[in-house]
């Protein structure tokens, strides 16, 4: 059905797959005999305990998730997260972060509240458009852990290795490219997403987290909704969850598992539809890159013209020819196209042509 | 239209007004020609801030709050609440909690550990059938704030005149009994509720809280998203907020304000619907009301039959007669009526209903 929906580039909240959001319409009066809509129901009533358990086996499903790792759902985004990770992690009170952008960047000023933070490897002096080289960094012994953002979606760099950590827990920021590609979990202590960039609506982070590194012995100050241990002994079901963000998450983990084929299915159609973009990109005498070839991001794709009010003009005309948000982030200026999971190849190949034909006119 | 929806009796998440939710399907595909769903929307696009510019306005009108205080939406519940209001009020460490159930015995909980939490009053002698004279309180010069939980949601107890404070901020937690009745906002330092019990979806907290309290030198320990500063200098979108969530509660403002007509008449429309069941309890030789007659919840009926196994039928026969959640909180057995302001009159007649049939049979 045509319902007039735009390609929407946004960097996040960002689109979700049409035949999710008709199979939530569809149920939105009553939801399959239960004589009532999601958001009305008990988060304690059994209709709602096979919601959210289903997401997470779903989850689990689609990314092999061992059995010694905890699934929690938690409201609070990134910026929670920022400091519930140190708050929780840092045992010895001192972990590594890599600098890597916007984000990292976040995560590092947060948690340099909770102890020492020390940073490794950095890509600031030619401005964030690289992956640092992480194969031989300096690491203490007793650094708590090693954290990356591990797509950046405004500076639009990814990991494709891992840094090595020397036997070190890895936690890794996911956000903007979570369940965008197969992801060996067990590499990993803690890997965190806010959901709104690559599966669902806004307000829930998915946090994945080995069992081993959940504790009891947390400072005092720690409020109870900040302990992973809270979260972690009642399965999500502490206090009221985001029942409503579970439940559609929990809808585009199954389109991602039935009808995508599982992520390696996904990481294929992700790698087609950038590659138009970069081979364009590549090949414009006007729009340029902004990021080294072999740090990319499959999922954000900043570019720039050669001036600030070219690149301006451009995001209008893009407006007008029915395209959302290409304006690139405020503090990075430029245009930014951001395409995850739910963008169709369609979308991709129509943002090209505009460009194409901005280009041929100036 | 009949959808087949329960009377759903939950005491949150719970009903909301079937003509919002109708709208809400409507606008599912294509936001009044946005081209996406609410859920997929950049919250820092020109659409979405005009949800969230005009549900604070409308939430505005409906409380009629004055403008010195600023309107917040924050993630995290009830849960982040207890720990946010002593981090961020605590100037002198030291509160006075009002002691009246299961609510507020979390929230003291959770204030001991910012600083001394002095109980002034308390119900715990009659099981929290009642609520605690406070007319003539014993609070120490340098409290920083007086806090009650306006209606308790597990006992069904409510106040109608709010405790002399003499002096000293009042803090309350309305989630339970939020947009139920009039408020004079003005008459406290700060009002928070969690909107999963009267308003709409789960995963969103309203703070409306008085200027000259938002501090900027709190401990350092204190998350950049747990400071009231953090959200009221951006206008509650520092960071990604729960976009659905204000969407969905800006449209009940406008449901209450316009079909409804106000606070006023919804106040007098949850009075009629109350009456309806507690005259009935009042009447019966089989069911009995928990809670003293002066301070009997409009939200939340707890009821009993003379023994544990009777209720348990009683929950049984109601599921089997199509009704939803009637049993009682796990920590008080019995049974309750949660009748918020979207569950309908005839919902509690039918209740009624039900019940007297129930007791003429036994």
Same mark, same amino acid.
């Given at each position: #059905?045509?319902y007039?929906?735009?390609f929407?580039?946004?960097?996040?909240?960002?689109m979700?797959?049409?035949?999710?959001l008709e199979?939530?319409q569809?149920? #939105?009066m009553?939801y399959?005999g239960?004589?009532?809509?999601?958001?009305? #129901?008990s988060?304690r009533?059994?209709?709602f305990?096979?919601?959210?358990q289903d997401?997470?086996?779903?989850?689990?499903?689609?990314?092999n998730?061992p059995?010694n790792?905890?699934?929690?759902?938690?409201?609070?985004?990134g910026?929670?997260?920022?400091?519930?990770v140190?708050m929780n992690?840092m045992k010895?009170g001192?972990a590594?972060y890599?600098?890597t952008?916007?984000?990292s960047?976040?995560?590092?000023a *947060?948690a340099?509240?909770y102890?020492e933070?020390?940073?490794?490897a950095s890509s600031k002096?030619?401005?964030?458009?690289?992956?640092p080289?992480?194969?031989?960094?300096d690491i203490p012994?007793?650094a708590d852990?090693v954290y990356i953002c591990?797509?950046e979606?405004?500076?639009?760099?990814t990991?494709f290795? +891992?840094?090595?950590t020397?036997?070190h827990v +890895?936690?890794?920021?996911q956000?903007?490219?979570? +369940?965008s590609r197969?992801?060996?979990?067990?590499k990993?202590?803690?890997?965190?997403?806010g959901v709104?960039?690559?599966v669902?609506?806004?307000?829930l982070?998915?946090?994945i987290?080995?069992e081993d590194?959940?504790?009891d012995?947390?400072p005092a100050y720690?409020p109870?909704?900040?302990?992973?241990?809270?979260?972690a002994d009642?399965a999500?079901?502490?206090?009221?969850?985001n029942?409503?963000a579970i439940?559609?998450c929990?809808?585009?983990f199954?389109y991602l598992?039935?009808?995508i084929g599982?992520?390696?299915a996904m990481?294929?159609?992700?790698?087609?539809?950038?590659?138009?973009l970069?081979?364009f990109l590549d090949?414009?005498?006007?729009f340029?890159g902004?990021?080294?070839k072999?740090?990319?991001? +499959?999922?954000?794709?900043p570019?720039v013209t050669p001036?600030?009010e070219?690149d301006?003009?451009v995001?209008?005309?893009?407006?007008a020819?029915?395209?959302?948000?290409?304006?690139?982030?405020?503090?990075?200026?430029?245009?930014?196209?951001s395409?995850?999971?739910? #963008?169709?190849k *369609?979308?991709?190949e129509?943002l090209v042509?505009?460009?194409k034909?901005?280009e041929?006119?100036?």
């Open positions: #059905m045509n007039g929906r735009t929407n580039f946004s960097a996040g909240p960002a979700m797959p049409e035949p999710v199979e939530i569809g149920e #939105m009553n399959r239960s004589g009532m809509c999601v958001m009305e #129901m988060h009533s059994k209709v305990e096979q919601i959210i997401a997470e086996a779903d989850l689990r499903k689609l990314m998730i059995d790792y905890k699934v929690l759902f938690i409201q609070g985004g910026t929670l997260q920022f400091a519930m140190p992690l010895n001192k590594v890599i600098e952008g916007s984000w960047k976040k995560a590092i *947060e340099k509240k102890g933070v020390i940073i490794a002096d030619k401005n964030f458009s690289y992956i080289d992480c194969s031989d960094l012994e007793d852990y591990e797509n979606t405004i500076n639009g760099t990991y290795e +891992l840094p090595n020397k036997g +890895l936690v890794s920021d956000s903007s490219m979570f +369940l197969p992801c060996d979990v067990s990993y202590g803690l890997i965190w997403a709104q960039k690559n669902g609506p806004a307000g982070a998915v946090v987290i080995r590194l959940i504790r012995d947390l720690v109870t909704y900040l302990n992973y241990k809270t979260h009642a999500s079901l502490y206090n009221t969850p029942c409503w439940y559609c929990g809808k585009v199954k598992q039935n009808t599982g992520l390696e990481n294929r159609l992700n790698e087609e539809k950038a590659a138009v970069y081979d090949s414009s005498k006007l340029k902004a990021v080294v072999k740090d990319r991001s +499959l999922m954000n794709v570019f001036s600030k070219m301006a003009d995001v209008a005309a893009s407006v020819a029915g395209f959302s948000n290409l304006k690139g982030h405020k503090s990075v200026g430029g245009l930014r196209a395409i995850y999971n739910a #963008m169709p *369609e979308g991709v129509a042509a505009f460009l034909d901005y041929a006119k100036h």
